[in-house]
């Protein structure tokens, strides 16, 4: 047995137990990985972070992981399919309306609605309940710094992490022969790959790139579960129904709304995102009591009172909220500190290499393909760590780029920004929807669409939409030349 082999499946230090950092400490250890270590810096799996309680749809993207660790039943329970996706709209005049979101292709893979929250306590009870003895999750923990080292006599290299608990300040060191970066947008792991290349090709810079939803500024407001939604209390919200709650005011964005996907658990509280311009007028707003009145006002159809305590009317005031990100991504998604016998390497996952606003929900689903996909690439090279991560990043890096243009255009307008530009976009929508069923040869459905087919990688989803574009550029361009040979051919006639 070579060196190589001998240190196969030794440690991994995965740095962030978001969804990719536990997906990728379960997918290690079902793979035979003995000590695996994660460091996160939040206190728990279940810690509750008010303007990060989203809710996630993982379709059969994300679900290619959970039926690779055998949970997708777990999912399903804890989930609301989306072929049960009803929406409520409720208008300002207290009107209300019930519809079932159309699926459009029944053969798809069921999806599946659940916050945030719950996903990670999911994955973080997998890992208590199957595989304690390979994984070590550290929480209240976050990696400072990365320190790559050969061994010249033994012909071997190591990576040190140096670690600082958030409470107590202690540091203390870990050292593997594989480090993941999965310490999302704000990368840590990134950026000291960043730091040690020398090559010239900023592989490890993000790329940024334009969007309309990029930039648009969102809190969240905690609900209590089954709150009243009208002001006799004769109507309560359902875990399982999503709201749409139109405020009384108009603008030329549309009007604020609060938006409440669902979930299954009828005893979570509920969240409703607020997703308006940075310069909106509710967030100028101070305090609880400034909120509670403008809520009043602006929505006169909900008891305010008994649906917003006055804790999470200060606290929502106060809170600084988030901004959706640029799309970006960066080339570069692995490193390998080469050795004589054995190298040791760095790799790069989720947010940490692809990030966007959350417009096709597929942050957490690209997450958790580049588990899978990284799975794919040590089973080809036995788990060898010098080919298993340029493999993976030969195949995953193509698909980047095109998921970047994906989040930039396939549903950017879908927050009122600009009500024009929404019309534009669906009257777009509508025609690639409408050819795609006559023509289905010739046209693609729209890339929305094509994205929840699973079986489709990006890089093919995006060749299908452009090639859409083409047809329908070259098809434009014929009426308009036509119109112009009529409109010239009657004028010399007359
Ligand atoms: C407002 C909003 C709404 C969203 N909605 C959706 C949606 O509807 N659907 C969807 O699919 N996606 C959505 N996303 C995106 C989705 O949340 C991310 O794509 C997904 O969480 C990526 O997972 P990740 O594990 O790569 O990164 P993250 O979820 O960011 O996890 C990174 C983890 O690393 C930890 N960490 C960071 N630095 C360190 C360090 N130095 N040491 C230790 N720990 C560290 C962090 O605490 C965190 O737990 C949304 C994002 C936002 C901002």
Known sequence: MSTETQNLKQKAVIVGGGPAGFATALMLAKRGWSEITVLEKRPSADFYEPDKSFNYLIDGRGQKFTDLLGFTDKLSKIGVPNTEFYLTEIKADG????????????????????PRRAFLQLLYQEIEENWQDSIRVVFNTKCVKIDPRVEENLGESKLTILTQEINT?????????????????????????????????????MQLFPSASSGLKYKVLTLPPNFPLDNNKSERAVCTMAYAIRSAFTDSQGGLSLGILPFADPNEPRTANIIRQPDDQIWKI?????????????????????????????RFAKSEGGFFPPPQYCSGLHWLVS??????????????????????GQGVNSALE????????????????????PLYQSWRSPDLKPLTRLAQTAFPWQYNQDILRKRLWMINFLIRFLLSR??????????????????????????????????????LGLI???????????????
Not at 100 to 111: E, G, H, L, S, Y
Not at 339 to 347: F, P
Not at 480 to 494: H, N, P, Q
């Open 339 to 360: 050795a004589k016998n054995y190298s040791s390497g760095v790799v790069l996952l989720g947010d940490a290499v692809h990030c966007f606003p959350p417009d096709i």
């Open 169 to 205: 300040e202690n540091v203390f060191k870990l050292e593997t022969n594989l480090l993941v970066g999965c310490d999302g947008i704000n990368s840590v792991v990134r950026e000291t790959l960043d730091h040690w290349d020398n090559s010239g090709t900023n592989q490890f810079k």
């Open 286 to 314: 101070q305090d609880g009591e400034q909120l509670y009145k403008f809520l009043e006002s602006a929505f006169p159809q909900l008891p305010i009172p008994e649906i917003v305590s006055p804790e999470e009317s200060e």
């Open 480 to 494: 308009l030349v036509g119109s112009l040979l009529t409109l010239s051919f009657g004028y010399t006639i007359s």
């Open 438 to 475: 006559g023509l289905p040869f010739i046209f693609s459905p729209p890339a929305f669409i094509l994205i929840q087919n699973h079986q489709l990688s990006y890089r093919e989803i995006w060749n299908k939409a452009e090639k859409t574009s083409k047809v329908l550029y070259l098809l």
């Open 370 to 389: 580049d588990v899978s996909i990284l799975n794919q690439a040590l089973s080809q090279t036995n788990d060898i760590i010098s080919d298993a991560l």
């Open 95 to 114: 009107t209300c309306k019930t519809s079932k979101v159309p699926v459009v292709d029944p053969n798809r893979k069921t999806a599946y609605w659940l």
